[in-house]
């Protein structure tokens, strides 16, 4: 089995790092630490710059101002391959011409182990990734799946205290995709090194990750774990980015303990105040499917309105039934119970707490 | 076929079919047979044949020049028998019947007395009858020695074991200076291949690439012509070194660059840099940066970089390139010719050149050419072999 002791992770810090190219910002001037040992996801949409902060963290690109810390040593000015890290690529850019096992040991062959202890050690990451057997074959003979854990034990053969992991599951199926969402889990509990992993998929980042960075347009909008980013993010484009949402804009009226009420073409809603606004404000009310529901059994505080069903998607587990409510288009989970279709036809009157719902300043939200 | 059938119908399938057989049979195979056939045949040149055949026509040459003379004697009778002291300015032949024909017996009228112009062509008649009759026995011997020469020619190796120690020794060392020039263009092209193709950004690419191709728009001549004057012993490159100190041509210092190995080179290299250059570049240019980068990440030094993923990414690129170089140095004629005249030995491909042009000796030369072709398949052979590349690849 592998040497896992020697592996450590390491705490990555970002100090007011920024990455332009020309004209264009790719990164705004960005703090951000990330724990030893943790497993921590970058979270935004194609083109938000998740890529270029990954390669300034491998030492593939130099941040155009401030500083990369790993460890707590600077290691701005070295070069990626004098960094404690290993990178993922996006396309894994496996060796083609090489077997499995001349792959994984690739980085050893570089620091000049000999032949037979290279093969021992790269035989023993492949039983790590579950590819025992299979060193001898080219990575062309391999499946998805099976290339992708390659490229895992490749990094890992150099016992990183940092791996970078750049969308690596984006070429696999659904199912596939899944499975080695825990497979890599697994291998980052086992090691104990600090995976830093970019997607673009929130469910990926949801599930994995000990702490997400949500980031949009060259910019960390929100760092916290998964069920804080879920259930109180903290920007619109945060709550619109990471799961659906129900949106209603329409002007304060007032402000009072936390909570703001807001009027809107649907009704006055009372919501969670996420930006400090102030009465005569525009603002956007967002509230989550899942928590909306029909009106029967609502509490007296309940936030009301009415809408009409245009249409229903069965889920599965739940049906989703899509509303119009005048100029807004809203939508509400329902268990998938007997009979639970039944009363969602015509108008309805659906209903949500004020602290399920949060208050921002419209506009920066996510497309879609 | 089928396929071809498939994408482009039956009538444009059966043209294109048509034009490649066309082209196998008038540019390839027909060539290829009539060379080798030539090669393979001892072509006696001057056998007793021959030199009888000489005699033949000198023969044949003196009937002609009889008939001329009576003719002039016919023109002075017809004119009123003037007396005919000096030869007939209107028969510019005179003088020089008398000049080429050594052989003959009877006195030119330029030369003679004063024989009455009918004595003479009753005279010039008997001549001209004994030559005749004495043609059919010489060519009857002519056919009798070629017969027998036919016999000991047809096919022989005699073309390939006839030849000099001296042409060995140039057709050996031909072999090591093509092998010298594709490892020359080899190393300088691999570096400037894998710039261009590792250049960020199409536009600058795009510019490297036209800046390489650019000297080429100039006639292959001309290009290696302006190496002459660079080398030449008044050329630029003395006069720069004159300039900075070095040499003093003044006194009468040169150093003498042309007709020198390295010149020869060092012109060839840069003639045919191209054939290297681009299909390294293409193969380069495929390799996906992510696993130059990936490599980079894993610790790798550069040199191992280029061993262990560029190199064996770029391998049917460098044979391809390799194969061509050593083909093109091999048949060049106009850089040794014009970049190392005098030079001794010569390149192969300039005795063939020679045989051919100049002793116009084609079946030798033939010879020549098949063996340096051999030589070329052999080194082809050898490259695909040492690349572990097969005919494939080469292809992609
Ligand atoms: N070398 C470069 N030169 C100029 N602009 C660049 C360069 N690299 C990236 N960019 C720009 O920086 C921005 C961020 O790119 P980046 O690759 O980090 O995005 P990403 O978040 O990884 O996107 P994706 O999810 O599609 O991979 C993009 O707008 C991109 O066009
Ligand atoms: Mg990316």
Known sequence: ?368 | MAELVRAYGRGLAAVFAGLTAVWLVLMVALPMANMTKRAFTLEIRDGPSAQMRVELERARQQIAVIDFDIAAAETEIARGSAPAAAPSPSDPFAGLTGRASPGMAAPSPGGGGAEPPEARIERLRAERAEAVAAIPAMAAEVERLRAGEDARAGLSVENFTTMSPLHWRVFGLTFLYCVAVTTIALVVCYPVAYAVAQAQGTGRAGLLLLGLVVPYAINELLRIFAWTMILANNGILNGALDALGVIDLEGGETIRWLASNGSVFAVMVYAYVLFMVFPIYNAIETLERAQIEAARDLGASVWRIHRRVVIPHAKPGIAVGCIMTFMLSAGSISVPGLVGPGLHPDWFSQIIYRNFFEAANWNVGSARALMLLILSTAFIIGVMRAFGVGVKEIAK
């Open chain 1, 1 to 368: 089995m592998l040497d896992q002791a020697r592996m450590q992770g390491r705490e990555v810090a970002l100090d007011g790092l920024s990455m332009r190219f020309g004209d264009f910002t790719a990164v705004h001037p960005t703090d951000l630490t990330i724990r030893a040992g943790e497993f921590f996801s970058i979270l935004g949409p194609s083109g938000c710059g998740k890529t270029t902060v990954l390669r300034a963290i491998s030492g593939f690109a130099a941040p155009s101002a401030g500083r990369v810390l790993i460890g707590g040593d600077d290691v701005t000015a070295l070069g990626p391959n004098r960094r404690p890290t290993a990178l993922i690529f996006q396309s894994l850019a496996l060796f083609p011409l090489m077997t499995v096992w001349e792959n994984v040991a690739f980085g050893l062959e570089a620091r000049g182990m000999a032949r037979a202890e290279r093969r021992r050690r790269a035989d023993a990451l492949l039983e790590l990734v579950a590819l025992e057997g299979q060193g001898d074959k080219r990575p062309a003979q391999l499946s998805g799946g099976q290339r992708q854990r390659v490229a895992v034990a490749r990094a890992l053969a150099v016992e990183p205290a940092v791996l970078l992991l750049d969308e690596p599951l984006s070429a696999l199926d659904l199912k596939l995709r899944q499975h080695m969402r825990a497979e890599l889990k697994a291998i980052q509990r086992r090691t104990g090194v600090t995976f830093v992993y970019i997607t673009h998929d929130q469910g990926e980042a949801l599930t994995m990750s000990d702490r997400i960075a949500v980031m949009n347009a060259g910019r960390i909008e929100q760092v916290d774990a998964a069920n804080v980013i879920y259930d109180r993010p903290e920007t619109p484009f945060v709550a619109t980015f990471v799961g659906e949402q129900n949106v209603f804009e329409g002007r304060v009226e007032s402000v009072a303990e936390g909570f703001a009420a807001v009027a809107t073409p649907q009704g006055r809603f009372r919501a969670i105040d996420r930006a400090g606004l102030a009465p005569g404000e525009a603002a956007a009310v967002m509230v989550r499917p899942e928590r909306t529901a029909p009106a029967a059994n609502a509490p007296s505080d309940a936030n009301r309105f009415t809408a009409r069903v245009e249409r229903i998607d069965m889920e599965g587990p739940y049906l989703i039934a899509h509303l119009r409510a005048g100029d807004a288009a809203a939508a509400l989970h329902v268990p998938n119970l007997a009979g639970a279709a039944a009363g969602l036809t015509g108008a309805v009157e659906a209903a949500f707490r004020p602290e399920d719902a949060a208050a921002f300043r419209p506009g920066g939200r996510a497309r879609g």
